[in-house]
């Protein structure tokens, strides 16, 4: 029998994440109407990569139910979209166009929206391991030899200034990728831990 309870939180689920992948469409398609540049170039930056990534995720949830068992899957999605949104946050508002529609969508809407549904939606039997927060630095870290490599090496820079050895220097972007790296694992063991604590409670 359905309980009211669950009625509810499958309300909610389906009501966060359906929001969420408007969001991210959203964005894009306001980005692609009203800059010059289009969408197409942003598509190198961390943030547009993680918020397509959780959009796509997002809507195999709705279509396919046992996607939400992919626990790993799901919190690299929330932190990957939660730092990015932190990041830019503290760092980059006044590098960018500042709190246009798009932004906000990308860099506040979403990442908070990600976390409410990390902390609020069930998880099921579907256990989040210890060891995860370090496999979900595997793709920051394949980004950031994407940045400082190829791209500075193809001589176009890295879409972030604490990543250009020509902004800030060598010896500076290596301190700046350990403190991201730390960085991410610290928020990711946070999610874990809220994760816990919240079957805990159920």
Do not use: C, K
């Not at 029998?1 to 939180?9: A, I, K, L, W």
């Not at 006044?94 to 902390?119: E, Q």
């Amino acid at each position: 029998m359905t309980t009211p309870d669950r009625v509810s939180g499958g309300t909610l689920r389906i009501a966060l994440r359906v929001t969420i992948v408007l969001a991210v469409l959203l964005a894009v398609v306001l980005v692609e109407l009203t800059s010059r540049s289009g969408v197409l170039w942003r598509l190198i930056t961390f943030t547009y990569q993680a918020n397509l990534l959780a959009a796509a995720y997002y809507a195999w949830t709705l279509v396919s139910p046992g996607a939400d068992r992919r626990t790993g899957l799901r919190g690299a999605v929330v932190l990957y979209v939660a730092v990015a949104g932190l990041v830019w946050n503290l760092f980059l508002t006044g590098r960018s166009m500042g709190y246009t529609p798009a932004n906000f969508l990308l860099h506040v809407v979403v990442p908070v929206l990600a976390v409410i549904d990390w902390l609020a939606v069930g998880r099921g039997d579907a256990a989040v391991r210890w060891w995860q927060p370090i496999a979900w630095l595997a793709y920051p870290a394949a980004y950031g030899a994407l940045a400082l490599i190829v791209l500075n090496g193809l001589g176009r820079r890295a879409p972030y200034y604490f990543l250009d050895p020509a902004s800030v220097g060598g010896v500076t972007v290596l301190v700046n990728v350990a403190l991201m790296a730390g960085g991410f694992l610290v928020l990711g063991y946070l999610l874990v831990a809220l994760a816990r604590r919240g079957s805990a409670n159920t």
